[in-house]
């Protein structure tokens, strides 16, 4: 049997939902006989892939690295599942909406910064105007809620697709849970 191909991806989360994913515990190896992780924070590969089965991706779109970033995993990438309240809505960085990108960069780089405080203009992307959730910039096949999702659920999740099945998720996870 050919393995299917998964992979994960972390744009602007705190990276609990990756950490909710290492929970499957040994549940991680029933999915590695089935499928091979060709992407994630979680492995070395520095770049995304072609022909992936099934990508999870944690976070909001916040930046411009984050928006090339979502753009080219969802071309290579077969099913897209957006894991975790703040790729589904934005959530905890899509609190900075309000204040717009210089409060945002004043608060972070010169107000809380004693040693050589100033804006970088290099290695930190470029903040977009606002955090968004993913779906606003490419179609997204399935939804995870959560904050986290917890472990069960993304297992369920997972096997389903790997199993070709589309997960019904209304009764394992919700907003916040
Ligand atoms: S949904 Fe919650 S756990 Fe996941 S990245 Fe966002 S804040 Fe972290």
Redesign the pocket.
């Known amino acids: 049997m050919t393995k299917k191909r998964i992979a994960t991806v972390w744009l602007d989360?705190?990276?609990?939902?990756h950490m909710?994913f290492l929970d499957m515990d040994e549940r991680l190896l029933d999915l590695a006989a089935v499928a091979d992780l060709v992407y994630s924070p979680l492995v070395d590969a520095k770049e995304f892939p072609e022909n992936v089965d099934v990508t999870l991706v944690?976070?909001a779109v916040s930046s411009e690295d984050d928006l090339h970033k979502i753009k080219l995993v969802r071309e290579r990438t077969k099913i897209l599942v957006s894991l975790?309240?703040?790729a589904v809505t934005a959530?905890?960085p899509g609190m900075r909406n309000p204040f717009g990108t210089k409060a945002v960069y004043d608060r972070a780089y010169r107000e809380n910064v004693t040693f050589d405080p100033g804006i970088p203009d290099q290695v930190v992307p470029p903040l977009l105007p606002t955090s968004r959730p993913i779906h606003e910039f490419v179609t997204v096949d399935v939804y995870v809620p959560?904050?986290?999702p917890s472990a069960d659920t993304i297992y369920y999740a997972v096997s389903e697709l790997l199993e070709g099945r589309t997960p019904d998720l209304s009764l394992k996870t919700r907003f916040g849970a």
């Not at 989360?13 to 939902?17: L, V, Y």
Request: hydrophobic share 5%.
């Open positions: 989360g705190c990276s609990g939902c909710s944690e976070g975790g309240d703040c959530n905890v959560g904050c986290p």
